[in-house]
């Protein structure tokens, strides 16, 4: 939850006026989104979320980011439409930083999802990946194995200030990926951060998909992977096979997996499982304490990997093999 | 700006059958008020402020704040009006905390406020003035002079860490006001926070009054002396007596202000920039370093007070005697 940069009435009717956007009513910060500064605009034409991207993200990427909500909306997909400026621009300038106006989405993500709701999750995450099937721009995924190297060599000499032993297991992660990533899966645009706080419900039916910020071209079956960490673990840190199963029924209702993905998720489980393990033990040791900003326990993961390490068939997610 | 305390949609939808509020579309917690923790909801209805009372609001108080809002509409002035539950009662509970409903007023507070702001608020603060008149709950206001010498004492011994030297100011301070407080003035219902982010406006009319969280029962004359620290000083500390002349004629546009009342000004403009002062003294001092709170900086207030304290006639403000 985030609002990094506080923005004045006088800058913010400036900048709609590069819109077609109706009259300005009130504008509230609100507590969504970790990586950047988001308000809730209400106009005289329709309710508008105002980004403002801040420095972790790539000015670079915005047109990939924007560009991919357009196209996914184009198929039907529900997310979040980018407004356009009357000069057509996706993006404009507020308070120094580069900013969008976004449509609203009504809806909201459920802090106690059910395995119902998992079902759902895995078939708009596979509708995504057949409407992602043809855009245009590509953008490789900074957080794959390269990625992770990069963060754990930033990591690795401080790891066992979080739990002894870290260095050595991690390591081992490490080296066991270097050998054992797949590389030959079916490849696309994926969401790559498909969690609770992303997914829009309105009673028990999926509305909206959010948050592309992370989006980029990686295995289809990776994100698959991503969101069995995301939405299919207890509290206590316990898979929950039923909504593993209710995830990949819904997944593979709209899109089939190979033989070989399937056969692959116990390694793609484990490596996304590093991925959000690496990211948030680069922050729990690098952000200040007294930073406005809640670090996410990276145990959490390590615990998720340690049960993907110990699979021994994709059977164990609720998948009939 | 908080979000104390997360709410999840099972408790909500609960809560929300005890209202006639329509189906929930969204909620999203806003970075809005400093004492509770407020969520924008949109029903099929209308949007809503949802808002949960911490710990620091004293749960006795809240049928007069609730009380107070109510009447106040009916008399015709913009204010939230709380939204009775099909039992009547305006306050229920969520997630441990008395929590109500109450209308969200459209509109924006102003980040660069001008005279001709300053005029609107004034004639706003004299109509809550008046409308208040009949209002038949009571609150003794607990940052008057009683309550400034129990922050005194907790924070005195420490004062001079936050610049050498206040210990003895502010001692002085205190016996200055043991011995000249007014006790002959109007009295009434004072909002007695009636900062910018309390005011909100649609262009250049003010559109509503909101967070009535301190309003109490006090001298007329000193919520218009809080209204004077809060909007008629620039930035740099320089009172701004074009803001403060135009805030005068807005309010005695409305109601008159007395001759001993125009008098009393300085001083009230004093108590009130040490009330402040006071207790941001006392959060600086407490507040643990790393808590998700922005401390305000008391020596903001510790200029006005000596800007006051060096005022010689009330003509000084802007005001014709």
Redesign the interface.
Same mark, same amino acid.
């Given at each position: 939850?985030a609002?990094y940069t506080?923005?004045?009435?006088?800058d913010l009717r400036n900048f709609l006026t590069a819109y077609d956007a109706g009259d300005?009513?009130?504008?509230?910060?609100?507590?969504?989104g970790v990586e950047n500064s988001n308000f809730?605009l209400?106009t005289t034409k329709a309710?508008l979320i105002l980004t403002l991207y801040e420095k972790r993200v790539d000015r670079g990427d915005l047109p990939f980011f924007l560009g991919l909500m357009e196209h996914l909306a184009s198929r039907g997909l529900t997310c979040p439409l980018p407004l356009p400026r009357r000069d057509g621009a996706l993006l404009g300038e507020l308070s120094g930083r580069p900013a969008a106006l976004i449509s609203f989405?009504?809806?909201?993500w459920?802090?106690?999802p059910e395995a119902r709701h998992c079902r759902e999750v895995g078939a708009a995450l596979a509708a995504m990946h057949l409407a992602g099937a043809d855009f245009a721009l590509k953008r490789p995924n900074a957080l794959s194995l390269e990625g992770w190297k990069g963060l754990w060599e930033k990591s690795a000499a401080r790891a066992d200030e979080v739990e002894k032993g870290l260095e050595d297991e991690i390591g081992a992660e490490m080296a066991f990926f270097s050998q054992n990533w797949p590389n030959d899966l079916p490849q696309g645009v994926i969401h790559a951060d498909l969690f609770p706080d992303n997914v *829009? *419900?309105?009673g028990d039916r999926l509305s909206g998909l959010i948050d592309f910020y992370f989006a980029c071209n990686d295995m289809l079956a990776y994100d698959v992977s991503i969101c069995l960490n995301a939405w299919c673990f207890e509290k206590n840190g316990d898979y929950n096979v039923t909504k593993g199963r209710a995830l990949l029924e819904g997944y593979r209702s709209v899109r089939a997996l190979s033989d070989a993905e399937i056969a692959a998720l116990p390694t793609l489980a484990r490596g996304s499982a590093l991925r959000f393990f690496l990211t948030r033990l680069y922050d729990w040791l690098t952000t200040p304490?007294?930073a406005?900003v809640?670090k996410k326990d990276p145990l959490e993961y390590l615990g998720k990997l340690r049960f993907h390490r110990g699979v021994v068939s994709p059977g164990e997610y609720g998948i009939d093999v």
């Open positions: 939850m609002v506080d923005i004045n009435e006088v300005l009513l009130s504008y509230k910060g609100i507590a969504e809730l209400h309710p989405l009504e809806g909201m459920l802090r106690k *829009f *419900f309105l304490a007294g406005l809640v």
